[in-house]
């Protein structure tokens, strides 16, 4: 989920940060560029894991910015496919569910990624899945009519085990200014918006809600 990458750049340090030590100016002034930032085809940027070497600063002339030529250690969080994660749900919708992991929030479970007998309940504004000890497929409408009370709701807040299905990235352009009036254009969707998006599935034995789950871990293990 987390990788260290080798990067080599030349960072500015404000006249303000001189009377520090360099090392330090260094490295705030790295975390400050990457820290939170996409890193094409690489993962998130969370902050510098160590500095290699760092040549002596050169002063230009008109900014008065003191620049150094570094090579340093970059940790980025860049999850791999098929990796197992848990985090949070974030919000819900009939196009997806929206995963957080705090520091990262573009993960999204599709329709097709629900376990089977999955359905959107639109008076709760939240998916539940009905679990069959037929193992029978129910339509639709026959899941939006069963007891409420035997519906495993996926609530926001819930802890969630996905794997990791696929990573899609895309150019972000930054948004048009507002009209003439004042007015900003309607903003797209998150999952429109992302940058980087880790699509992930709960369609197998193991994943979903973490509850949905512990009750049989405590059976294997009293079995055991």
Not at 58 to 82: C, D, E, H, Q
Not at 101 to 118: C, E, H, K, T, V
Not at 161 to 178: L, N, T
């Amino acid at each position: 989920m987390f990788i260290l990458v080798a990067v080599k750049d030349t960072i500015p340090v404000p006249p303000k940060a001189f009377a520090l030590p360099p090392h330090i100016t260094i490295k705030d002034a790295i975390n400050r560029k990457y820290s939170n930032k996409l890193v094409s085809q690489k993962g998130l940027g969370l902050s510098v894991w160590d500095i290699l070497t760092a040549e002596d600063g050169k002063v230009t002339w008109g900014n008065g910015l003191m620049y150094y030529k570094v090579s340093f250690r970059l940790m980025l969080f860049s999850p791999f496919i098929s990796e197992i994660i848990v985090g949070k749900v974030l919000s819900s919708s009939k196009k997806y569910i929206r995963i957080s992991l705090g520091f990262f929030r573009d993960i999204y479970i599709l329709p097709a990624f629900l376990p089977p007998n999955s359905a959107f309940d639109q008076d709760e504004n939240k998916w539940f899945w009905y679990s069959d000890e037929d193992d029978r497929v129910y339509s639709q409408i026959e899941l939006l009519n069963t007891i409420y009370t035997q519906r495993l709701y996926i609530d926001i807040g819930e802890p969630v085990r996905f794997r990791v299905d696929s990573i899609e990235w895309q150019d972000i352009r930054p948004p048009p200014p507002p009209n003439e009036l004042g007015e900003l254009p309607p903003q797209k969707d998150p999952i429109d918006r992302a940058g980087m998006k880790v699509l992930a599935t709960i369609a197998e034995s193991g994943l979903g809600v973490v509850s949905w789950w512990d009750g049989q871990e405590e059976e294997v293990v009293m079995e055991e």
